[in-house]
């Protein structure tokens, strides 16, 4: 009995242990297969997220400083290509000088007699034309002068009467020689006063032809400009008395104007009267005017030692003003060794720095920083940056840049 007993315990304790173990089993599986889809879910993540960069990758732009133009558009733009090269760069005496008005092109304007100004017809700053009438004034001495004329004329016209009535008694006989002789003597006595009349009231300013049918008591006198110009001093004042003696405007023609500079006594070998020079002042640094030397002085200062120059400058647009500071650069003959040089149009500034579009390949190019020595006569040296045979952007580089910065913009939004 007790045998068959023991017999059934260990058939029990095998059917439990077994069942335990299939538990386990299942358990161990389904942690290994959900551990599995774990890692499956994290391998799908990591590839879409790869998925994800390389798509924006592709979207996004080209590395900042380069950028791509097909060579159509490159010719629709003006962008031009050529290898660099060394040239000779002049050389450049530069100066800082002063803006003055052209002393040959500036008129006092003032009256022939003295007078009361009774009208003022300009102001400061107006433009005016040779012969316009700027004062009026109320002369006493031109109503005198005004007096003698017209007696003069008179006297000559009575004196021509006589002279025509004379011939015709002495061609009847009814007058003798000597009669025709008298009335001749007269007559250019009265012709030689009225010329001299007409003289003095053309150098007050009056013309006879002006006084054809005129009151003969008429005493105002205009005062005019003797040049087409600018005024740029103004004393006339309504009331008061005008002479010859004080200036009642300042005309000046300001079509050119002179910058005096000092040039140093060691470059005086370098200048000549007829070279030519360049000027730009601060208020338009980007104007440049061209000029020539038209005086050079032949004293030394002693205590800079220094010489004067003027300048001529033509002044389109009234640009350059009187008192004004100038920068002037003369060019000098080109005798030094020739230097890796660009054009001063292939300079562009990017992000602070100055660089040129070197063309990496026909349709891709990249803003290369350089830095850069003397410039002269347009041409640009560059110290580093750019070698001699690279291709670059001689043209055009303006357009380069506002690409790349289109595409900065782009990738800021």
Do not use: C
Not at 148 to 171: C, E
Not at 387 to 397: I, R
């Amino acid at each position: 009995m007790n045998k068959k007993a023991i017999i059934i315990g260990l058939i029990l304790a095998v059917a439990v242990g077994g069942g335990f173990l299939y538990r386990s089993t299942q358990t161990g599986n389904s942690g290994v297969k959900q551990a599995e889809h774990k890692d499956e879910k994290a391998d799908g993540h990591k590839e879409e997220g790869e998925h994800k960069e390389e798509k924006e990758g592709h979207e996004g732009h080209d590395e900042a400083g380069s950028v791509k133009m097909t060579a159509e558009v490159q010719k629709q733009n003006g962008v031009v290509v050529a290898p660099a090269k060394k040239q000779r760069l002049a050389g450049v005496i530069s100066a800082t000088g002063k803006v003055e008005a052209n002393a040959d092109k500036i008129a006092h304007v003032s009256p022939r007699i003295s007078g009361k100004i009774v009208a003022v017809r300009a102001s400061l700053g107006d433009s005016v034309s040779a012969g316009q009438a700027l004062v009026t004034i109320d002369s006493v001495e031109l109503g005198e002068a005004l007096n003698r004329y017209h007696q003069s004329k008179t006297k000559f016209t009575l004196a021509q009467s006589n002279m025509d009535r004379v011939k015709v008694l002495v061609d009847k006989k009814i007058a003798a020689r000597k009669d025709i002789l008298l009335a001749e003597t007269d007559f250019k006595t009265a012709q030689t006063e009225l010329h001299t009349d007409e003289e003095r009231l053309s150098l007050y300013g009056v013309s006879t032809a002006e006084l054809e049918g005129s009151n003969h008591k008429k005493t105002l006198l205009p005062v005019r400009s003797p040049i087409s110009g600018t005024i740029t001093e103004k004393h006339a004042i309504v009331g008061e008395l005008a002479d010859p003696s004080n200036s009642l405007y300042s005309v000046a023609d300001l079509s050119s104007v002179w910058v005096l500079v000092d040039i140093n006594e060691k470059d005086l070998a370098k200048i000549h009267r007829g070279q030519s020079a360049s000027v730009t002042v601060g208020a338009f640094p980007d104007l440049k005017l061209k000029g020539r030397i038209t005086y050079i002085a032949d004293l030394v200062d002693q205590s800079t030692r220094t010489v004067k120059a003027r300048i001529e400058v033509a002044n389109p647009g009234r640009k350059l003003k009187p008192e004004m500071f100038a920068t002037v650069e003369l060019a000098l003959a080109a005798d030094a060794p020739p230097v890796l040089a660009v054009p001063e149009d292939a300079l562009q500034d990017l992000d602070g720095k100055k660089v040129v579009f070197v063309a990496e390949n026909a349709t891709e190019f990249a803003a290369r920083p350089v830095q850069t020595g003397r410039s002269a006569s347009g041409l640009v040296e560059i110290v580093s940056g750019l070698k001699e045979g690279e291709n670059y952007a001689v043209k055009g580089s303006f357009i380069l840049k506002s690409e790349i910065k289109k595409a900065e913009m782009k990738d800021e939004h």
